[in-house]
């Protein structure tokens, strides 16, 4: 049953990572051409600010589908009510809090916005409306269905949310692309985008209802939730590191370049997600292992988690630090408003997300283990080696600046991470970890050395498919051999599941 639940989950979750990547061109790029940069830059700045509300979730998330680990393997009902009702009454604080927050920011946004380069500026009323219409989804996601997605998730039945939000994504992406095509306003696209997705939370609740014996109406005397408040750190790492980029230009910067960023970070996002979205089943059946104490599995469960995840991140990655660029040359071509093309930037934006990638394995043990007080430290530096390095070098370098900010960050929590681990949690040599990070290093250099010289031949989407195919058949062709030489057993041991499935 745990093997069935992880296939239907990464597979679903895989499926709507893959719907989100290519939605996620869809739309960007009919509001990039329809509207122009400073409006594309304002509706991501727009949600970046709104996204850090989600500071005063304060790791309780992570923390709470944790603790349900444990109550969800002994079919604790009433443990698994407690939990949900305190994380009900939690989040939906966080809700009315929210709602003052989307006050002041339509209040103050207006005047924390740079215009330099001559840019199109907007009206207060203009933006006030486009603030309302971007927030309305988040508001219904923490007052009605974040405490459903966690429980399911920790239940190994994120499959049922994936769907969902697959099904309300291409609703989402079909119903705009036809608005925008027919000259609806901005305001209009995202109001139309906030009420599909309410779509997703009222779902979740009529399953959860159905499925679960939860008592809402419980009351507790102790606190159920253990470590409500240990996973600040940890969270608001998250957070900082994912927002603080978009952030810094806004206030910084300008909206144009903000508008660079983001469409250089469609890109990476979707290739990131990708990888995240293997880690959702992976982490729930690594917090149940753990809970069991079946620590022989665990460590065979990681060992091959990790391997996966660093041979997976070098050659997809590499294959996005070749192709970003000329992607965008011709994702943006026609824009005279801003320049896209920004090589250096796009290149160490790539490396900085894979670095987020490579810690996964590591992070997810921390995670599933419950560790969150003991790892504190490391969150806390991350984060002040990302905002600080991000605000000095904006001004030097601009959108390079804070992808080195990222870069450094990223890098520093893996390297910590991978430590801890070795330490208290798997308990093993550095070597391993030291071996598998020599054997990226190796791959990404002579897959690179190999596929750098080669051209697109046209501005076109058909010469950039021809290059992408040629540059991934060459890296899939390396990575393939250095693991040989290297990894023999975890690549005939993959070979083998992969032949196992396509006979079944």
Same mark, same amino acid.
């Given at each position: ?19 989100? /990547? ?65 994380? =009900? ?90 608005? /925008? ?27 959860? =209802? ?39 230009? &806004? ?80 994702? &943006? ?104 990070? /020599? ?66």
């Amino acid at each position: 049953m745990r093997k069935k639940k992880l296939i239907w989950n990464t597979i679903s979750s895989l499926v709507f990572q893959i719907t989100t /990547i290519i939605c996620g061109f869809i739309l960007p790029h009919l509001i990039l051409h329809h509207f122009g940069s400073s409006i594309n830059g304002l509706v991501n700045s727009i949600t970046q600010f709104l996204a850090v509300i989600t500071f005063l979730e304060l790791g309780v998330g992570a923390v709470v589908q944790s603790s349900l680990y444990k109550p969800l393997a002994d079919k604790d009902n009433e443990a698994i009510s407690k939990i949900i009702v305190s994380a =009900n009454r939690f989040f939906r604080n966080i809700a009315r809090i929210l709602l003052v927050y989307i006050i002041v920011l339509i209040i103050v946004y207006p005047f924390i916005t740079n215009h330099y380069e001559n840019e199109e500026s907007f009206s207060w009323i203009y933006t006030a409306c486009l603030i309302g219409a971007i927030s309305i989804s988040s508001f219904a996601q923490y007052y009605y269905g974040v405490v459903d997605r966690l429980l399911l998730t920790a239940d190994q039945r994120g499959y049922i949310q994936y769907t969902a939000q697959t099904v309300t994504l291409i609703l989402n992406t079909i119903t705009c692309a036809i608005m /925008i095509n027919f000259g609806a306003s901005i305001h209009l696209v995202k109001l139309t985008t906030s009420l599909i997705f309410l779509a997703r939370p009222v779902f979740l609740r009529w399953y959860v =209802n159905r499925n679960y014996s939860i008592n809402r109406k419980i009351q507790y005397k102790e606190e159920p939730i253990k470590q409500k408040w240990n996973g600040i750190a940890q969270h608001i790492s998250s957070v900082v590191l994912d927002h603080t980029d978009t952030l810094v230009l &806004t206030v910084l910067s300008t909206l144009s370049n903000v508008s660079i960023y983001s469409v250089y970070f469609l890109v990476v996002s979707g290739v990131k997600q990708m990888f995240l979205s293997m880690t959702g089943g992976i982490q729930a059946l690594i917090g149940e292992l753990w809970a069991r104490k079946d620590n022989k599995s665990l460590e065979q469960t990681f060992s091959w988690f990790e391997w996966l995840l660093h041979t997976g991140t070098v050659f997809v990655f590499g294959c996005t630090a070749m192709l970003i660029v000329p992607f965008e040359s011709v994702y &943006t071509n026609g824009m005279q408003d801003a320049n896209y093309i920004q090589p250096m930037f796009g290149v160490l934006l790539v490396i900085a997300n894979a670095g987020h990638c490579l810690r996964l394995p590591y992070n997810v043990m921390i995670l599933a283990a419950g560790h969150y007080k003991q790892t504190q430290k490391c969150y806390i530096i991350a984060v002040i080696i990302n905002i600080v390095l991000s605000v000095v070098l904006v001004f030097l370098f601009g959108l390079v600046g804070v992808a080195i900010g990222t870069l450094v960050a990223m890098f520093y929590q893996t390297i910590w991470m991978a430590l801890y681990n070795s330490k208290f949690l798997i308990k093993r040599s550095m070597s391993v970890f030291i071996k598998q990070v /020599i054997v990226d290093i190796l791959t990404a250099c002579l897959a690179a050395v190999s596929t750098f010289w080669i051209p697109m031949l046209s501005l076109s989407y058909q010469s950039w498919i021809l290059m992408a195919v040629e540059i991934a058949g060459i890296w899939f062709l390396i990575t393939l051999l250095v693991n040989y030489f290297v990894y023999k057993d975890k690549l005939i041991r993959l070979y083998d599941r992969i032949k196992t499935k396509v006979i079944r």
